[in-house]
Nanobody, 126 residues
Framework: QVQLVESGGGLVQAGGSLRLSCAAS????????MGWFRQAPGNEREFVAA????????YYADSVKGRFTISRDNAKSTLFLQMNSLKPDDTAAYYC???????????????????WGQGTQVTVSS
């Protein structure tokens, strides 16, 4: 069972940048597609970005396309989310998620991810 720990959240002004990290334990990180999701108070959890096992394929929500970049370092079992040009609407708790080992293709469906981190808060002030 992989464990995921997010870091890098914080308070930033609109237009600023943050880089989230997600450290994974265990030896199965490189065989799993990964994703980032977010949830604002009163809202459902929504898809942000996803990446295949190799990093060769990425997907983004329309709301973050061109501003956010998902990447991974399989040697260090770490997932990243570079967030630029942040907007107040980006304020949310951000969660990284892993699909089960061997599920190498990413998608946007939260139900297809089997392991979740505890979340890191991102707050963007106007």
């Amino acid at each position: 069972q992989v464990q995921l720990v997010e870091s890098g959240g914080g308070l930033v002004q609109a237009g600023g940048s943050l880089r989230l990290s997600c450290a994974a334990s265990g030896r199965t990180f490189s065989s799993s597609a990964m994703g980032w999701f977010r949830q604002a108070p009163g809202n459902e959890r929504e898809f942000v970005a996803a990446i295949s096992w190799s990093g060769g394929t990425t997907y983004y929500a329309d709301s973050v396309k061109g501003r956010f970049t998902i990447s991974r370092d399989n040697a260090k079992s770490t997932l990243f989310l570079q967030m630029n040009s942040l907007k107040p609407d980006d304020t949310a708790a951000y969660y990284c998620a892993a699909k089960r080992p061997g599920s190498i293709y990413a998608n946007q469906l939260p139900a297809s991810y089997t392991n979740w981190g505890q979340g890191t808060q991102v707050t963007v002030s106007s």
